[in-house]
Each structure stands twice: as C-alpha cells, then as structure tokens.
DNA sequence: AAGGGTGCCG
C-alpha cells in the first residue's frame, strides 16, 4: 500500500485551524505552510492505521521482570551479547509455543542493531509479528524503529510505525531521519508536517533531519519554511538547530544567509565552524572560507579533523600550494598527525597540484592507509599523466592486502586505458566480476573505456549491452571507444540510440562531432551543432573547437572560418585551422596564418609545429620546415616530440634525401618510434631505395610487428621496385599473422543521410543502378584519350600494386550521389584508406564528364576535382600520395 | 536509554 494511502490528504486550511488550534501562537504568514503533497514512493506495510491526532503523554508500558525462566534465560543471552544462541533460543521458544515477553524482544533487536545483524532484525520482526496480539507498543517500536533506520531499512520502519498503537516523539523522529539519511527527502518532510498536525511540538533532534531533508532535496523556499518554524518554537538559540540551519543554507547555496546565521549566534562550536568554513570552500568561495579559517584560528580555536580536510582540499581549489605545504607541518605538529582523512586530503592536494613527488613521500611517511588513501594515489598518478606508476601502486596495494573498491578498480582501469595494457585490464574485469564491482556504473564504464582503447571494441560493447543501468558516461564511453576503433558510422548510430534514453553532455556532442568529422557526416555534424545551441553547451569547452574541426575535416572552410571567428581563439583553434589548411595543401595559407596566430600574440604549442613541418613537408619546403623545427626549440622553448622528428624525417625523405634523413634518426636524444622509422620506409617507397627501407622495416617490425601499415607500406615498396617474390613473401607473413586489411570505405551524404559503401559487400539496395553508371564511365574511359597519361601504370601489373589496398569504395560513393542529388550539385566523399591512383584517374575523368565538383577526403588529404584536374596537383600525387595505404 | 549537526578518493 502506497505511503499516500495512509497519509491523510490534508487540506490547506484545515492543517492551518488544526495548527493553530494547537500552538495558537503559530499562524501561517505568506508561504510557510503552503506545502505540496508529491505522490509517495511505496512502502508495503500491512496496516491501515492512521496516526493518532495527539500521540503526546503516552506511556509505555512499564516492563516487568521476565516470569518464566525460558525468557529469563533469552534475557541472559542478549545481555550477554550472543545473538546466535539468544536467537536459537528464541526458535525453541517459538516451537514450544512459550510466549516471549516484551522485554526480551526489546533486548534481542538492540542485540541486532549493535551487532549489525539485519537478517537477524529481520528474523526478530517476524516473531514479533507472529506473536503480536493487537499493536506495537511504543517501547518495542521504538526500538524497531531505530534498529530498522539504523540498517536504513525505511520499509520494514514504516511497516513497524503503522502497527504502533501510540508514538512518541522519539518514534517521530527517527522515522524522519531514517527517511532523511536514506535520501527519501520529500517522505521526510512530509512526516515532519505530520508531526504538526498531529499537535506535537517538534524538538532539537526534529530539526536537523528535517533540514537535511530541504538541503539534499536542494529546496531552499521549504528550508526557509522550516527556518520560521525553528524561529517559532523558540530553537533559534539551540546550537545543534543553528548548526543543521548553517548547512541546510550552504547546500542550497545560499551562503549569505549562512553566514547571517553564523554571525548572529551567541555561542558557536567547532563544528558551526566548520560548518561555515567548509561550505564557503562548497560554494567555490574559497577566499572567505580561508578568512574565517584564520578567524578561528585567532581566537583560539582549535582546528580538528573535519576543519583540516576541508581547508587542504581548498588550497587544491585555490593552487595555493604555499599555504598547502604550511597545512601539512601544521598537521605534522598536531593531534591530525595520525589520522588517515587528514593525509588523504594532503596527497590528493599535492597531486592536484602535479606535486607527485610530495604527495608520494607523504603518503609513505603514513603510519596506516586506507583503501581511500591509495585510491589517491592511484588515480592521482594517472591524472598526472604517469600511468606506470599508478599501476606500480596498485600492486604495493594488492601486497599489502588492502582490497580495492570501485572506485579503486575505475582508476586502475583507466590507467591500463591509457596504456593500453589489455591484459592488466582483463585481470581487473576478472576481479570486478568475482567481487560483484563490475555492478557499479563507473566499473563498468571504465571497462567499456580500457577495452575500446586496447582495441578490443567488441569486449566494450558486450559489456555496455549487459549494463543494467547505463548513464551518459556509459553511452560517451561507447560512441568515444566506436569512434577510436574507426567505426564512426556506428559511433553515429548509437549517439541517435542514446538521443532517445539519455541526454548527452557536452563530452558527448564532441566525440559525436569528432565521428561525423571523420566520416564526413556534414550535416549530422551540423545537427549536433544545433542541438549543442540549443542546449546551451554550444561554448562550454572543447566543443567549439569541436565544431571548428568538423567544418575543417569536411572541408567546409568558408563556415570554419565563420566558426573560428565566433569562437575564442585559444591555441586549440588556431591549429585546427592550420591543420585544416596543410591538408587542403595551401602552404602559402599556412604561413601567413601562422603569422597572423603568432601576431595576436597566441603562443604556438607542439600541435601547432606539427601542422607547420606537415605542410612545409608536403610542399617539399625543406629549408623552411629545418627553420621552423629549430625556432621551435629555441624561440618557444618547445622540445620537440616523436611526432615532430617523424615530421622532419618525412620531411627529409619525401624531398630525396634519405640519407639525410637516416642520419637525422640516429642523431635523435631519444629512441626512436615505429612511426620513425615509417617515415623514412614510406620516402624509401617514393624514391625506391630498397636497401635502406628494408633497414627501417627490420627497426619496425622489432617493436611492433602487429600494425598492418607498416607491412602495406613495405609490400608497396617492393610491387613499385617490380620485386613480385618478396610481394608475395610480406603478404604471406601478413596472412601468417592474421592481419587482416581494413576494408575500404566511403562515405557520402546524401539529403543529410550518410551512406557508407564498403569495398567487396554489394548489399546496398541500389548496387546495381551503381555498378551499372561506373561501367557506363569505364567503356567512355576506354574510348577516351584520358587515360593514355596513367595506360603505363595501369597495365599488366595493376591488380598487384598499390591498388590492391585501396577497395575502390569511393567510386561507389560518387557514383551514388550521382544517381541521387541533382545535377550540378558538389559531391563530397570521405574515405578511410588512401585513394589509389587508379581511383584518382577514374574521378578526375567522371568529374569531366558530368560536370560537377567531386571532393573526395581520404586519410591524408583532400582531393577536390574539377573538369578533370584535381586540387592535389597530378605529379603530386603520383610521387608523394599514393604512398601508404 | 534512544534520535540530530561538519570532511577525504573517480
């Protein structure tokens, strides 16, 4: 039966004559009684009782001595503390049908709220109720009551204060606090009215529950209801009542009235301090929190515990490392010097702070740790960027036998995420599973995070589809772990899924934009863009220059442009630009706009040198990507990165001079990376220098023999040095390894619908309207004169060479949009290979034939073709694009 | 006799 069935629907007024009619001092000015009755959450009990209209000056029954030696003896073992005897003779007594008396049942439930025995409570109830004759009276109650609350079992509670003949207000109030403590904030506050109209005078233990219910219901006109009432009943002097006042202000953020509160207060206890001090840091005023903390300390007061955590964690609000570091003697001198809460908070400030090294040597100078206390250290560490060591931690914490939480295992994962550390992270699902943390959302979603990481995107999905309760975090994990396993086009469908479930945040519209970006999904992108207007998230963080990128990626510079001038024009931005402008390979652009960022006096960052060296290498500007590589160390102090010496090696190689570039590698202060020694394979394949890529192949495949690029890369070299046997010889390794090539892709939009075409699966419906156009174009090809410059490279040999990685899907794409947009309009396709040259051919001659611009994006660069030319610049290509596959 | 008020980890 539902709460409300019970709970009388009162009607204004008449709560207003019944509460005036008992405290006729009390009216109802403005809204302090103007109460909304929400409909309860149920509760089964088996009553239908109503509670009395004045249950004040009941006495309980006055208890007697057991009569009978059975009881005397249960009596004997609950005071003696055995509740597994006492129980088992409870059970004999039951069978033997003796009657257990009150008092015994009194003695045995506060057994079982002392020794947290719920099942025991349970099993108490229920004999309790096999041998109740009428109702509860108020001393068996009340300690049902409490030992229910205590567990926070607020159904079996209410279940019991329906079956009470009489209540006093102690049975009130724990009612209340049970409701209170166990979240059911608007069932609390609908007791505490209760508790008015049944006429009783509520006291200083009433007060706090019910404002803790206004301040976690975040309720601030109801809290000031119940500030009136204190006021009336003369509970404004009370400290304890101030105290629960103080808070329920700051909870509703309302810090002012806090604060009057505080000011006016004759005496104050520590904890009105620390109430007021912590609930500035709450509100982010950190300022006067610090001021009244000095205050205190002015007067004498010593801080404790509670005072110390509050105040460290506000120096990690403020960055104020300086009076940190003062805390912390501060702490070292005082009673707070052993206490674990106290330390907690001082590691977590200092790594906030990136002082990694001070939160370490505090946290070994620690006499005992908590599983807190290492679950700082451990996601500290990795928010530091040293996933090493939070893992390095971690297995000192499962030395030393602390069991981790969820929050531990969330930490844990997320470290092995970012390492991509697959089998760590199995393990740790392994535990999550056994220990039943695998049910905690943020489990789960780590799990879903280190799995789409370590490239296992199925593993992420399986677990995603077995949450019961997903969140946004969840959905963003698995639209992110999509997108990064190059499934854009799914990462897209499930972001319209979770549309309908859940409602995305900010981080989500940026990795859906990323995945329309990538996918050139121009106007699903544009759609999110709406959305995140409309939402008013459109400025919150990354995600304008989220919407920049898309506009860049899909081409669309004009509206980039647009875009980039809305936005604040952070770093972030200007590279996104610069980037955009290297791969529609506008150098000159490039240069003049890096003047112009470093003119507004924005400061180039490591992204920004790599857009730089990408497009002075693409333009072959040698001497001028050295220039911009050396002003970046020295004019801005950047160290240059792995990212940026595989720039210059291609820079280098790509121009010819591959010696250079091999002398480049092995004058490098670090190790040089697989990528390294990519680069110069991929010059050598330009320039066919067999010898030399085989070398930077055998570097390769000694750290990573697993990424397939690398081996298309060296397959290419030899089919374009005309070496067939060791063609054969790398793809049988390849098949030997398992390694399979990624399908060809494309994508187009048409009518802001994106279809992606997969190379070798002809299950789209319109395949044969397709194929049927494309061998329209291939017979005229024929008979044209277009292709005699490409005859020589298309002879023979074709299927072997470059071609066979690239899946040809664009074809279909463009031929798609050709059936379905009207003539003349822009076709625009994204690929996730490199397009071969054959394909390059063949667009160049359809964008001839049907006159229209045909752009097609593939994982370098852009290619926008027009009667017949293409952006890239044919010789172009042919040398430095049609390289990796 | 019991019940209430303050802090730390993703």
Not at 39 to 62: D, E, F, R, V, W
Not at 620 to 640: A, N, S
Request: proline share 3%; glycine share 6%.
């Amino acid at each position: 039966m539902a709460l409300s069935a019970i709970t009388p629907q009162f009607h204004l007024h008449q709560d207003l004559q019944n509460l005036n009619s008992h405290f006729p001092g009390i009216h109802s000015p403005n809204k302090t009684f103007t109460l909304s009755f929400k409909p309860q959450k149920p509760y089964l009990i088996s009553s239908t009782l109503n509670p009395p209209q004045n249950s004040l000056n009941t006495t309980a029954t006055t208890s007697i001595a057991p009569q009978n030696p059975t009881n005397s003896r249960l009596l004997q073992l609950c005071l003696s503390g055995n509740l597994e005897h006492a129980l088992k003779h409870l059970a004999s007594m039951q069978e033997a049908k003796i009657p257990v008396e009150e008092d015994c049942f009194v003695a045995l439930i506060r057994l079982c709220e002392n020794k947290r025995g719920y099942s025991e409570g349970e099993y108490v109830w229920k004999a309790v109720l096999s041998s109740l004759v009428s109702l509860l009276s108020v001393r068996l109650g009340n300690a049902l009551l409490s030992m229910f609350v205590r567990f926070g079992d607020v159904g079996n509670a209410w279940s019991v204060f329906g079956r009470m003949g009489e209540r006093d207000l102690f049975s009130w109030n724990v009612l209340v606090g049970g409701y209170a403590k166990a979240g059911f904030f608007d069932e609390a506050l609908c007791l505490y009215h209760r508790i008015l109209w049944a006429g009783i005078r509520p006291d200083v233990y009433t007060f706090p529950s019910v404002l803790r219910s206004c301040a976690g219901a975040m309720n601030l006109v109801r809290g000031r209801e119940v500030h009136a009432h204190v006021v009336r009943f003369y509970f404004d002097m009370d400290v304890d009542v101030v105290n629960a006042l103080i808070t329920m202000y700051v909870k509703c953020a309302d810090v002012v009235s806090a604060r009057m509160l505080f000011d006016k207060m004759p005496t104050r206890d520590r904890i009105s301090w620390n109430a007021m001090i912590s609930g500035y840091f709450e509100n982010d005023e950190c300022l006067e929190g610090l001021e009244l903390f000095f205050r205190m300390r002015e007067l004498s007061i010593d801080p404790d515990l509670m005072t110390m955590t509050s105040v460290i964690s506000a120096c990690e609000l403020l960055g104020d490392e300086r009076l940190g570091r003062q805390l912390h003697s501060y702490v070292v001198r005082t009673a707070c010097g052993g206490n674990i809460s106290v330390y907690n908070s001082l590691i977590q400030m200092y790594l906030s702070l990136g002082h990694w090294k001070e939160a370490e040597s505090a946290f070994s100078g620690m006499e005992c740790r908590d599983v807190v206390s290492w679950t700082t250290m451990i996601s500290g560490f990795v928010d530091n960027l040293l996933p090493e060591k939070a893992l390095e931690i971690y297995k000192t914490m499962e030395i030393t036998g602390t069991m981790p939480d969820e929050v531990t295992i969330a930490s844990v994962l997320s470290a092995c995420a970012s390492l991509g550390q697959l089998d760590m992270g199995m393990k740790l699902h392994e535990l999550a599973e056994r220990t039943g943390h695998i049910l905690y959302v943020v489990v789960a979603n780590s799990l879903i995070d280190m799995y789409s990481k370590c490239k296992r995107i199925e593993k992420a999905l399986e677990i995603f589809h077995q949450m019961p309760d997903k969140d946004v975090i969840s959905w963003t994990s698995v639209i992110n772990g999509l997108r990064i396993n190059n499934r854009c086009f799914e990462a897209l469908i499930f972001f319209r899924k979770m549309k309908l479930k859940s409602k995305p945040n900010s981080v989500t519209l940026i990795s859906a934009l990323s995945a329309c970006a990538r996918v050139g999904a121009l106007m699903c992108g544009k759609e999110i863009h709406a959305h995140a207007l409309k939402a008013g998230v459109g400025f919150d963080g990354f995600l304008p220059n989220a919407i920049l990128d898309l506009y860049v990626r899909c081409g669309r510079m004009r509206t980039a442009l647009n875009q980039f001038n809305l936005n604040e024009k952070d770093v972030g931005a200007w590279n996104i630009l610069l980037t955009g402008y290297a791969q529609q390979g506008k150098e000159a652009l490039v240069m003049e706009l890096f003047k112009r960022m470093v003119e507004s006096e924005i400061n180039p960052d490591d992204v920004t040198f790599i857009a730089l060296l990408c497009a002075c290498s693409r333009s072959g500007m040698v001497t001028e990507g050295l220039e911009y590589f050396q002003r970046m160390k020295v004019k801005y102090h950047i160290t240059p990165n792995l990212k940026h010496y595989a720039c210059v090696v291609d820079l280098l190689g790509c121009a010819g001079k591959l010696n250079e570039a091999h002398e480049f590698i092995e004058r490098m202060p670090m190790k040089p990376d697989p990528p390294i020694w990519g680069a110069l394979l991929n010059a050598c394949r330009i320039h066919q220098q067999v010898l030399l890529g085989e070398f930077a192949a055998q570097q390769i495949f000694k750290e990573d023999a697993e990424s397939i690029g690398y081996y298309i890369l060296l397959c290419n070299l030899y089919a374009d040095s005309g070496k067939w046997d060791e063609v054969a010889e790398v793809r049988r390794t390849m098949k030997e390894k398992g390694l399979i090539v990624d399908p060809g892709c494309s994508w187009v939009e048409v009518k802001g619908k994106v279809h992606a075409f997969l190379s070798g699966e002809n299950f789209h419906p319109q395949m044969q309207e397709i194929n049927v156009v494309l061998e329209g174009f291939y017979e005229k090809m024929k008979t044209s004169d277009f292709n005699g410059q490409e005859s020589s490279s298309m002879d023979g040999v074709e299927t072997s060479k470059a071609d066979i990685f690239c899946g040809h899907s664009e074809r279909q794409a463009i031929a798609y949009s050709l059936i379905n947009s009207p003539p003349g309009m822009p076709i625009w396709v994204t690929k996730n290979l490199y397009m071969c040259q054959s394909c390059h051919s063949t667009v160049k001659f359809i964008s001839k034939r049907v006159r229209r611009e045909i752009s097609v994006r593939d994982t370098e660069q852009f290619h926008h073709f027009k009667d017949g030319l293409c952006s890239c610049g044919d010789e172009g290509y042919c040398e430095r694009n049609d390289k990796k596959a």
